[in-house]
């Protein structure tokens, strides 16, 4: 919750108040300095780039530079530049009612400079807070100059005043963003020519619209993210553009399964409708970060449009939607996901791969094979050690154990019957609890990880991919 704005003042009482003023980046190196030294969190929320990222951002905020994010999709590099504006000064002064966020120590725009010659030390002046500051533009191909820079407003000079009153230009996105951070995310696809209107904010901080003698010498920190691969194939970032930019930071995926497993725990949200949570298993959690690796680095996947942190967070959202649908339709209490969930995570995620040429018509089977992988490889961390003999014992006697989506937890635990060494199992599992629902979910992935290992076998019935399986012997 935003705190309690201050109340607004005047310039001589800021002045009284011994208020000194900052530049946006003095701000920011200031700030970040402050939580160094504290030891406290600088980008909260971002996950896996500590030793890689953060130190290149931290060295381009201390030298004052403007930066682009270089990266795949899905790396979180937009959700690293909005945590930018938590380093800028909570509140700020500004004169009130200003378009551009003017300091009231050195108001710039027309308006302001009018005001503060009329009424001097009386000059109005609000505050802005730190969430206000920051502003945010997806670089698409219609985005124009007036978008971005500015342009005349015709109701102004319907209203009568002159085309050449500098008043009556209407300003764009970055002179709004004033004193602030602003961002353009996929610069690479903003038309070159619209890209040029750029080159005076970077260098000389100023801003040309039309044929108005204007100069407003913008504070602010511009930051921008780019693919690598939009400067070959969508767009580039122009040479002049790119030599503005005192940084570029290369940003990347998740570099082990520890940090896979965080970004989906503090990302995904397993809550439905009703309000009521879906509770997914660790182990579970853990095939959708190993089946995302997988999927990264197999050959039949096109590398170069990367496979984003948002295919791990969709597929583990679908599992906790197949554990509230069984809920709803069974009558169970609680939703517990189960390895009969996996199946559908397939087809949700198809769209989001992009795959090589040569495996047209296979990428349903190529993932199908990828997560049985990651399922298999997260059975042999987890209980390839275990003993699973009683209920390996159950299948000698030749006896078989039918489940599926639409099995409640319940009867599949009577299907089976009293197994030797579940608590075990669980035990594993990092399963604490004593539900139903997660007793079902340790037997099934026990279950599954014995066909994976060729210890059982499994009938799937032809044409279903509900997650309807018979194991026996």
Not at 174 to 179: A, K, M
Not at 249 to 268: C, S, V
Request: charged letters at 30%; a negative charge.
């Amino acid at each position: 919750m935003r705190p309690t704005t201050p109340p607004e003042t005047t310039l001589g009482e800021l002045r009284t108040s011994g208020h000194v003023r900052r530049t946006v980046k003095a701000e920011i190196r200031h700030n970040l300095l402050e939580r160094l030294r504290s030891g406290e969190p600088r980008f909260p929320g971002i996950l896996g780039f500590d030793d890689t990222v953060v130190p290149h951002l931290e060295r381009a905020l201390l030298a004052g530079h403007d930066l682009v994010l270089l990266g795949e999709r899905g790396q979180g590099k937009t959700r690293l530049i909005r945590t930018l504006a938590g380093l800028l000064d909570e509140w700020t002064p500004v004169v009130a009612g200003c378009e551009i966020n003017d300091h009231p120590y050195d108001p710039v725009c027309v308006r302001c400079l009018r005001l503060a010659a009329e009424l001097g030390e009386e000059l109005p002046v609000a505050w802005l807070h730190r969430d206000d500051r920051y502003g945010e533009k997806l670089a698409t191909p219609d985005t124009g100059v007036g978008d971005l820079i500015g342009d005349v407003d015709p109701i102004k000079v319907a209203e009568g005043r002159t085309l050449g009153d500098p008043e009556t230009v209407h300003f764009g996105l970055v002179p709004r963003t004033n004193r602030g951070i602003f961002s353009i995310n996929e610069l690479p696809d903003l038309a070159e020519r619209i890209q040029v209107s750029l080159l005076n904010v970077l260098e000389e901080r100023d801003v040309q619209i039309r044929g108005y003698a204007l100069r407003l010498p913008l504070d602010l920190l511009l930051v921008a993210s780019a693919n690598p691969e939009d400067y070959t194939n969508r767009g580039r970032i122009i040479t002049p553009l790119k030599d503005r930019f005192g940084a570029e930071i290369r940003t990347h995926y998740p570099l082990d399964l520890d940090a896979e497993l965080a970004l989906i725990r503090q990302e995904a949200d397993f809550a439905d409708l009703a309000g009521a949570e879906a509770e997914v298993p660790e182990h579970l959690i853990e095939v959708i970060a190993r089946f995302t690796r997988l999927v990264r680095e197999s050959s039949a996947v096109d590398g170069r449009s990367g496979v984003s942190a948002r295919f791990a967070l969709a597929g583990a959202e679908t599992v906790a939607a197949g554990a509230v649908r069984r809920a709803a339709l069974t009558g169970e209490e609680r939703p517990v996901a189960r390895v009969c969930d996996l199946p559908a995570v397939v087809p949700s995620l198809l769209g989001k791969v992009e795959f090589e040429v040569s495996e047209e018509g296979r990428e349903q089977e190529v993932l199908e094979h990828l997560l049985r992988r990651a399922v298999a490889e997260t059975y042999r961390r987890s209980l390839g050690a275990a003993d699973l003999s009683g209920l390996l014992d159950k299948f000698d006697a030749g006896d078989s154990v039918e489940s599926g989506e639409l099995v409640p937890a319940a009867e599949l635990l009577r299907r089976v019957g009293q197994i030797p060494g579940l608590a075990k199992i669980m035990e594993r599992l990092d399963m604490t609890g004593e539900s139903p629902g997660q007793a079902a979910a340790a037997l099934e992935f026990a279950l599954e990880g014995l066909f994976l290992t060729r210890r059982l076998s499994k009938d799937v019935p032809e044409g279903r991919s509900d997650g309807t399986a018979t194991y026996r012997t």
